[in-house]
T-cell receptor, first 111, second 112 residues
Framework: NAGVTQTPKFQVLKTGQSMTLQCAQD?????MYWYRQDPGMGLRLIYY???????DKGEVPNGYNVSRLNKREFSLRLESAAPSQTSVYFC??????????FGPGTRLLVL | SQKIEQNSEALNIQEGKTATLTCNYT??????LQWYRQDPGRGPVFLLL???NEKEKRKERLKVTFDTTLKQSLFHITASQPADSATYLC???????????WGAGTKLIIKP
């Protein structure tokens, strides 16, 4: 079991560029989440997907889009990156709507 | 809105002593509260979950208490070891949805 995997691990973008962060889980979980983590702040929810075929906005969705491609995969897209989106991005999944399992994170720097 | 507060300053503890971390929250009554450990460069890892009707939960050297009157959870690590050094996050969940609301975490440093 790989658990939750994320690609890429690191990325540097210029302002205005686009990119997609990939996330996959092999635990047959229904719910998946995208968070961002900034220094001195708690994890903030960007988008979540309670089940395959559904997505909902979290606390900080502006500037992001998501796709729940199938039960395993949940991608996060930045259409036009801004320096304010420099952060560490974590994907998580949960089967029981309680404990969350996290990926290793993607470190994104927007210049 | 719901707010969670954890000590922003690092907590330095001598090896072998008990480390106690605090998580305070305001405004709402969570259905349950969770504690996670996060090592540098890694994602959070689940440690313990405690429900609103539970006062205390234990797992090996870890103990969590939950006081819904004080709106506070305490996380204890007994017989602390340098390997326990990490950032510890608390997160709570309301009944109305299953999203977690996260504290910023407390960095724990266990000195040998």
């Amino acid at each position: 079991n790989a658990g939750v995997t994320q690609t890429p691990k690191f990325q540097v973008l210029k302002t205005g560029q686009s990119m997609t962060l990939q996330c996959a889980q092999d635990m047959n979980h229904n719910s998946m989440y995208w968070y961002r983590q900034d220094p001195g702040m708690g994890l903030r929810l960007i988008y979540y997907s309670a089940s395959e075929g559904t997505t909902d906005k979290g606390e900080v969705p502006n500037g992001y889009n998501v796709s729940r491609l199938n039960k395993r995969e949940f991608s996060l897209r930045l259409e036009s990156a801004a320096p304010s989106q420099t952060s560490v991005y974590f994907c998580a999944s949960t089967g029981s709507q309680e404990t969350q399992y996290f990926g290793p994170g993607t470190r994104l720097l927007v210049l | 809105s719901q707010k969670i507060e954890q000590n922003s300053e690092a907590l330095n503890i001598q090896e072998g002593k008990t480390a106690t971390l605090t998580c305070n929250y305001t405004n709402y009554s969570p259905a349950y509260l969770q504690w996670y450990r996060q090592d540098p460069g890694r994602g959070p890892v689940f440690l313990l979950l405690i429900r609103e009707n539970e006062k205390e939960k234990r797992k090996e050297r870890l103990k969590v208490t939950f006081d819904t009157t004080l709106k506070q959870s305490l996380f204890h690590i007994t017989a602390s070891q340098p390997a326990d050094s990490a950032t510890y996050l608390c997160a709570l969940t309301m009944d109305s949805n299953y999203q977690l609301i996260w504290g910023a975490g407390t960095k724990l440093i266990i000195k040998p």
